[in-house]
């Protein structure tokens, strides 16, 4: 079951992936081009919100589609690029619209 209803996530997405920079699936310094390709940011978007949500550790939510791992490598480097703070106010606005 989705933390949030798809009507509010689809536009938060929307918002926030706007904010991310073009990155490519495999990382272009990799010599044999065959490392594992990157975790999509609308993956580890749904599961930070679920962590923003229910307020649980990064194990509890992390599953075969991403890793507790991933999910706190991609939030340092969303802190690093300056978007985090954004997905946060704009999550934390959405779940108390979708509450009321």
């Known amino acids: 079951?989705?933390?949030?209803?798809?009507w509010l996530t689809e536009p938060l997405w929307d918002q926030f992936s706007a904010l991310l920079p073009e990155r490519p699936v495999y990382h272009p310094d990799h010599?044999?081009?065959?490392?594992?390709?990157?975790?999509?940011?609308r993956i580890v978007f749904d599961k930070l919100l679920q962590l923003l949500r229910f307020g649980c550790s990064y194990e509890a939510i992390a599953d075969t589609?991403?890793?507790?791992?991933?999910?706190?490598?991609?939030?340092?480097?969303?802190?690093?690029?300056?978007?985090?703070?954004?997905?946060?106010?704009?999550?934390?606005?959405?779940?108390?619209?979708s509450s009321a």
């Open 1 to 6: 079951m989705p933390v949030l209803p798809s």
């Open 31 to 41: 010599p044999l081009r065959c490392h594992r390709p990157r975790i999509n940011d």
């Open 65 to 97: 589609t991403c890793s507790a791992s991933t999910i706190r490598n991609r939030r340092d480097e969303w802190i690093r690029l300056g978007v985090f703070s954004r997905f946060k106010q704009l999550a934390l606005a959405s779940m108390t619209a």
